[in-house]
């Protein structure tokens, strides 16, 4: 038999095959093809300018409460700071450091030895489906832990979770930032005249 | 204080107005229901900055600016 023959017969049973299988096996593909049961969830790109916007709002109820100097030094430090509750007539022994979305950290005054992190969150309750009700702006979130320091501290410190120093803060970068903050007071200490919170 | 959006003012009034002391109280009480905390601002006579929880509208001082409520404390 010639090549020619062999190849005209190749092609008669290629047709043949394709015409007595084809529908068949364009069938078990179309079943073993995984079927599109979903639709593509449509999901909502979130606004940046939501959030930038929700920042401001929040840094100038910031320095309507705390007034410039405090304000300042929350921009400049990126922290606030705040002295524990003293007995009658004597200085306070320990401060705090507060943290946007961080804990808060207790420190002894007089050596500077940190003493504990108070974990503290204020979590939005009220509209679980709102996608940007996770969490405060930052300004805000230092504002409500020291509005909650300054009016009930121990009301605070008991809803927070306590933990050692250096669980999530690195104890070095903390202790940095009670030397940068003693050196932002005693460069700003005649503009925050009269703002003892800011050491 | 509203997660997501910063501040938000929910009523405004002068406490002195009885139609406005009202509006002022059910703001208050309707915050406090749901759970919020709340603040005011006080500045001392020596400039320095406090703040005090409230937990009754009788315990806002008289000629307050403004109480801040925003959410309760939960450990973080």
Same mark, same amino acid.
């Given at each position: 038999?010639?090549?020619?023959?062999?190849? $005209?017969?190749?092609?008669?049973?290629?047709?043949?095959a394709a015409?007595?299988f084809g529908p068949d096996l364009l069938a078990l593909a179309?079943?073993?093809?995984?079927?599109?049961?979903?639709?593509?969830?449509?999901?909502?790109?979130?606004?940046?300018?939501?959030?930038?916007?929700?920042?401001?709002?929040?840094?100038?109820?910031?320095?309507?409460?705390?007034?410039?100097?405090?304000?300042?030094?929350?921009?400049?430090?990126?922290?606030?700071?705040?002295?524990?509750?003293?007995?009658?007539?004597?200085?306070?022994?320990?401060?705090?450091?507060?943290?946007?979305?961080?804990?808060?950290?207790?420190?002894?005054?007089?050596?500077?030895?940190?003493?504990?992190?108070?974990?503290?969150?204020?979590?939005?309750? $009220?509209?679980?489906?709102?996608?940007?009700?996770?969490?405060?702006?930052?300004?805000?979130?230092?504002?409500?832990?020291?509005?909650?320091?300054?009016?009930?501290?121990?009301?605070?410190?008991?809803?927070?979770?306590?933990?050692?120093?250096?669980?999530?803060?690195?104890?070095?970068?903390?202790?940095?930032?009670?030397?940068?903050?003693?050196?932002?007071?005693?460069?700003?200490?005649?503009?925050?005249?009269?703002?003892?919170?800011?050491? | 204080?509203?997660?997501?959006?910063?501040?938000?003012?929910?009523?405004?009034?002068?406490?002195?107005?009885?139609?406005?002391?009202?509006?002022?109280?059910?703001?208050?009480?309707?915050?406090?229901?749901?759970?919020?905390?709340?603040?005011?601002?006080?500045?001392?006579?020596?400039?320095?900055?406090?703040?005090?929880?409230?937990?009754?509208?009788?315990?806002?001082?008289?000629?307050?600016?403004?109480?801040?409520?925003?959410?309760?404390?939960?450990?973080?």
């Amino acid at each position: 038999m010639s090549t020619a023959a062999v190849a $005209s017969l190749s092609i008669v049973v290629g047709v043949l095959a394709a015409v007595a299988f084809g529908p068949d096996l364009l069938a078990l593909a179309r079943r073993r093809r995984p079927r599109r049961t979903h639709r593509p969830a449509l999901t909502a790109l979130p606004d940046p300018g939501r959030e930038l916007r929700a920042e401001r709002r929040a840094e100038q109820l910031l320095l309507s409460v705390l007034g410039q100097a405090d304000y300042e030094a929350y921009r400049a430090l990126g922290f606030l700071h705040a002295y524990g509750r003293a007995e009658q007539g004597r200085e306070p022994s320990y401060g705090y450091l507060i943290y946007p979305h961080k804990p808060i950290v207790s420190y002894d005054v007089d050596s500077g030895e940190l003493l504990n992190e108070h974990c503290v969150s204020f979590p939005d309750r $009220s509209d679980p489906g709102d996608e940007f009700g996770e969490r405060l702006p930052d300004a805000d979130d230092v504002l409500a832990k020291w509005m909650a320091l300054r009016g009930d501290e121990r009301g605070l410190i008991r809803a927070a979770n306590m933990h050692l120093p250096g669980r999530q803060l690195d104890p070095g970068h903390v202790r940095r930032d009670l030397i940068r903050m003693s050196e932002w007071t005693g460069r700003s200490l005649p503009a925050s005249h009269g703002h003892a919170d800011v050491a | 204080m509203k997660p997501g959006h910063g501040d938000l003012t929910l009523a405004e009034g002068d406490p002195e107005l009885a139609e406005d002391e009202a509006l002022l109280i059910e703001t208050f009480r309707r915050q406090l229901d749901e759970g919020m905390w709340a603040a005011v601002p006080t500045v001392e006579s020596g400039g320095k900055r406090e703040a005090t929880m409230v937990r009754d509208f009788s315990e806002v001082p008289r000629d307050a600016e403004r109480v801040i409520f925003f959410p309760p404390a939960a450990g973080g």
